[in-house]
């Protein structure tokens, strides 16, 4: 059985899980944490920062959440269309997990790393500048929604988006300025295998730097 190694409230756990769990593979999942230092220690020697999610099929160790979809994809095909087969639109499919990961998670993850920097005193010019290139990624993405259609199916894309909007709506609200994206958030955490993370997760809330708000 594959063998998934990461934390409930980490989004790019998330990410592996939702493919892995609407894929219908089986796994067992590891918690990394203080609590279980034989799991952070296997994180920790498989990549070169040590840090997770990580898979681990039979001898094949796999990091980085993009990684580990491919993988599933390519080696443990279930009924998830995780990515085209027609190598073109695979290509434009990895692209738009790119924009979620580097532009929507990434200015995210700044804003919590300066609460994290500086609690009671974070830089709010640094703040300001990943907030600002949030809503630079919200309008881009709410035009692209206009022409997206999934179908209903999941797949990378879903997968990647997820969890950064979910997150990002925490620092950054989507409001009514963008009513595609809202709807598209929405409709993901709606979806059960993304339902479940976010139960998952609920336990690790009060630990969200800038604070989570009472909703989700």
């Known amino acids: ?24 593979t089986p796994f067992a999942f590891r918690m990394v944490g203080p609590e279980h230092p034989e799991n952070t220690a ?29 993988h599933v994809w390519l ?3 279930g009924p998830a269309p995780l990515l085209p087969d027609d190598p073109v639109e695979a290509a434009r499919v990895r692209m738009i997990d790119r924009v979620f990961d580097n532009y929507v998670m990434a200015p ?3 804003v919590v790393g300066e609460y ?23 309008r881009w993405l709410e035009d692209w929604l206009a022409g997206y259609r999934s179908d209903g199916a999941i797949s990378l894309i879903e997968c990647a988006a997820a969890p950064s909007l979910f997150y990002a709506d925490w620092v950054r609200p989507i409001g009514e300025a963008f ?3 809202a709807a598209f958030r929405a409709h993901l955490l709606a979806l059960p295998a993304v ?4 139960d998952e997760a609920r336990p690790w809330r009060a630990f969200f730097p800038p604070g989570a708000p009472d909703r989700d």
């Not at 070169?48 to 980085?64: M, N, R």
């Not at 907030?131 to 630079?136: F, I, S, T």
Request: with cysteine; net charge negative.
């Open 1 to 24: 059985m594959l063998e998934l190694y990461g934390h409930p409230f980490s989004s790019y756990t998330w990410k592996a899980v939702i493919a892995l769990r609407v894929n219908e």
């Open 42 to 70: 296997r994180v920790a020697a498989a990549s070169p920062l040590g840090k997770f999610p990580l898979l681990i099929d039979d001898e094949t160790h796999v990091f980085e959440a993009t990684s580990i979809i491919e």
């Open 75 to 77: 080696h443990h095909r």
């Open 108 to 110: 995210l993850q700044a």
């Open 116 to 138: 994290l920097r500086a609690p009671k005193a974070p830089d709010q010019v640094r703040i300001d500048e990943a907030l600002a290139q949030l809503d630079r990624a919200y």
């Open 179 to 181: 009513p595609r994206l």
């Open 195 to 198: 339902a479940h993370c976010i």
